[in-house]
């Protein structure tokens, strides 16, 4: 069982994204608190038909039922007491003592950040520094690009700053995810 800790302290859009691209069985993120026995049987019930192997995509920031349930001051404290370098390998530990099967962590950390861009990484931050090269133009400052059912619009800065856009529980991508028969943790 691979657990590979994605980048998404309390946001988990790129955790879902790679966990959905990259084949991931379960994925975990920050809007869903977890069930680590649900957790457990889906990793149990793949074994159960013959795979051999189950890939989890962790959100950094995934917590636990029990988590979700406390205070900010206590979820606080219990994550620095934790004795376990990060939230995968607590999950790793947990696992492996429920299910008895092998984990391995991997947390790549910053370095997934890297690699080529594509062609459409290419035309994506060619289309948004050309409409940001407008909006100077036009003299329209405290504004952002942002790409809206595939158009590249203005946002003021107002709207976004200091505002955390969360996965919604309901989202697109969630069921998406769910219908491909993923585990969410939930």
């Known amino acids: 069982v691979m657990c590979i800790e994605i980048m998404g302290n309390k946001a988990g859009w790129l955790t879902l994204y790679s966990g959905i691209a990259g084949g991931a069985d379960i994925i975990l993120i920050p809007e869903h608190p977890y069930d680590i026995d649900k957790v457990a049987a889906a990793v149990e019930k ?106 590249i619009v203005p946002v003021p800065l107002k709207e976004v700053a200091g505002r955390l856009k969360t996965v919604p529980v309901d989202g697109e991508l969630v069921h998406a995810a769910r219908e491909l028969g993923l585990c969410m943790g939930d």
């Open 46 to 151: 793949r074994a159960k038909a013959g795979k051999n192997f189950s890939i989890l995509a962790v959100a950094e920031g995934a917590i636990s039922r029990e988590e979700a349930a406390m205070s900010k001051k206590d979820f606080k404290a219990a994550r620095a007491a934790m004795p376990y370098p990060s939230i995968s390998y607590r999950l790793a530990d947990e696992l492996q003592k429920i299910t008895s099967q092998e984990i391995r962590v991997t947390i790549p950390g910053h370095f997934q950040r890297g690699g080529a861009p594509c062609a459409a990484d290419r035309l994506l931050c060619t289309r948004l520094g050309v409409a940001a090269a407008e909006l100077i133009r036009e003299g329209k400052f405290g504004n952002m690009v942002a790409v809206q059912n595939d158009r």
